[in-house]
């Protein structure tokens, strides 16, 4: 079994990583060469364009920043779509518009190849140790025949529903984490200027309802003031994007949702797009004008 792997960025460097580890063979590109040396010095094949990974392989993995991105790679000029042969599997695992992911899945079975959208979630950590927790949109024959590939790079994959539904998933995911993390940032924000450590009101509330993986992740880091990313803001804004216009477009308002993005977008103003999302705190250090950090930081 050979695997194409395409977009070798944050995440898709190191889950090819586990799979050339759990030992498939691959084929990858990207356009950075920088990163496809690194994963050829790993093991792995280099291919000269989508189009000679998916000519090479029985299964085709891509891990782009977006809709568009997907759209060129699958779909595009020396895409997937011009290598791939009828019966293959080409499964999109970055977090894209649900209805982009329709689209792909539609061009693809007029050639008679099968697509899976198959987003997930845990960040650059979890990408390493391949304990990824993947969303599955798709048949569920072409689920059960990937299934085995997908867990040596997460530690659960669920099938969603059909073709859309890992997107959706996702973006159902994006909403929580972007909430979470402003939620935590506002309870920081009023501790520090409470006079209370922050530390310890992490350490106190973790184990409680107020504790969860969100809070676990991210307090270390804006404990020390550390926005290395990690997920970066520019593309939560992208997912929040997609889930503002796929909530739109079924008639679903996301009040919530929406004031997280302009936080978001105060922050890309100030030229922190590139930060990683945990950096929300510092909209709210800058209203209340405290720093949240541990003592001694
Ligand atoms: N970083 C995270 O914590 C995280 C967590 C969960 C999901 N995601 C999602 O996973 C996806 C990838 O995220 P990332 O953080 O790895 O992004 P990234 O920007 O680090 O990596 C994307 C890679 O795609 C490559 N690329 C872009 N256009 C290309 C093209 N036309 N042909 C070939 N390669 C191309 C880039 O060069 C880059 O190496 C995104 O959809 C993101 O939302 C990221």
Do not use: W
């Amino acid at each position: 079994m050979k695997i194409g792997f395409i977009g070798l960025g944050i995440m898709g460097k190191p889950m090819s990583k586990n799979l050339l580890k759990a030992g498939y063979k691959l084929v990858v590109y990207d356009i950075v060469q920088e990163a496809v040396k690194e994963v050829v010095a790993a093991g792995a094949e280099a291919g000269a364009s989508p189009k000679d990974v998916a000519s090479k392989t029985d299964i085709v993995i891509t891990m782009l920043p977006n809709s568009p991105h997907v759209k060129t790679v699958i779909l595009g000029k020396d895409g997937v779509i011009e290598g791939v042969q009828k019966g293959k599997i080409v499964v999109d695992m970055s977090s894209i518009a649900p209805a982009v992911s329709q689209e792909v899945g539609k061009a693809l079975a007029e050639k008679g190849v099968e697509f899976l959208d198959a987003p997930v979630s845990g960040g650059e950590p979890k990408a390493i140790d391949g304990t990824l927790a993947i969303m599955v949109g798709g048949k569920e024959e072409v689920f059960n025949k990937v299934k085995d590939i997908l867990l040596k790079m997460g530690s659960s994959a669920v099938l969603c529903g059909d073709i859309g539904a890992g997107n959706v998933t996702k973006l159902a995911n994006q909403v929580i984490v972007a909430l979470n993390i402003a939620a935590m940032s506002e309870a920081y924000v009023l501790a520090t200027k409470a006079g209370v450590d922050p530390a310890k009101v992490f350490d106190a509330i973790k184990g409680g309802l107020a504790g969860s993986t969100v809070l676990n992740a991210k307090s270390p880091m804006v404990l020390e003031g550390n926005y290395k990313p990690g997920f970066r803001i520019e593309l939560h804004i992208k997912d929040l994007q997609n889930a503002l216009d796929t909530a739109h477009d079924i008639g679903v308002p996301v009040p919530l949702t929406s004031v997280v993005m302009e936080i978001f977008q105060a922050l890309k103003v100030e030229g922190k797009a590139k930060e990683d999302h945990c950096g929300i705190i510092q909209f709210y250090e800058k209203l209340a004008g405290v720093k949240v950090r541990k003592k001694g930081v």
